[in-house]
């Protein structure tokens, strides 16, 4: 027995714990309490800190994000942040690249609808500032156009509230004023 755990354990052991560390602490210095960042499948959230828990008799350090409008608490393990989609908000120039991409001519395919709104959903859960602009590119109706069904105007809302909240985060503005500053650009396409 103390052949195997010697070896083995002390090798193994001494160098598998050293790398994961560094990794976890880069990791971790990407998100520091207060940071704004997005979650994709919950939107923008606020980090509230980063703590140790015990989870099944192991240390587990997870980052602590608060979704105020949801009244909503998240625990993202640290290992897992990047995996999972959690990231910083968008950069002035992908958020150029979505603002543009409002812009743009409506793309609406052919398809059936159930098909178009799962595609829809995904693009709104990727997190992705572009597309889920291009959803609210192609789901805005302006006054002239025929009213939308109540699951398309869903999915619309779902993606503006998204991309509004972004862009208030990085504006340092509220929602409302974001979603003006969305509309402004819907109308320029």
């Excluded at 991409?101 to 609406?108: D, E, M, Q």
Aim: charged share 25%.
């Amino acid at each position: 027995m103390s052949e195997s755990q010697s070896p083995s354990p002390t090798e193994g052991g001494s160098s598998r714990p050293v790398p994961p560390p560094k990794p976890l602490g880069n990791q971790g210095s990407e998100f520091r309490a207060g940071d704004h960042v997005v979650y994709p499948t919950h939107g923008v959230g606020q980090v509230q800190g980063i703590e140790s828990m015990a989870v099944a008799g192991t240390e587990l350090k997870v980052i602590i994000v608060t979704f105020e409008e949801n009244r909503m608490t998240l625990r993202v393990p640290l290992n897992k942040a990047a995996s999972s989609g959690l990231r910083k908000l968008a950069n002035t120039g992908m958020m150029g690249e979505a603002l543009e991409t409002l812009k743009g001519r409506a793309r609406i395919k052919r398809t059936m609808w159930s098909r178009r709104a799962q595609e829809y959903e995904q693009k709104i859960n990727s997190g992705d500032p572009v597309q889920i602009a291009e959803v609210v590119r192609d789901l805005h109706r302006n006054a002239g156009q025929p009213d939308q069904s109540f699951s398309e105007r869903q999915i619309y809302e779902l993606a503006m509230d998204r991309l509004a909240a972004e862009v208030a985060a990085i504006d340092g503005t509220d929602k409302n004023a974001a979603m003006n500053k969305l509309l402004e650009h819907l109308k320029q396409g």
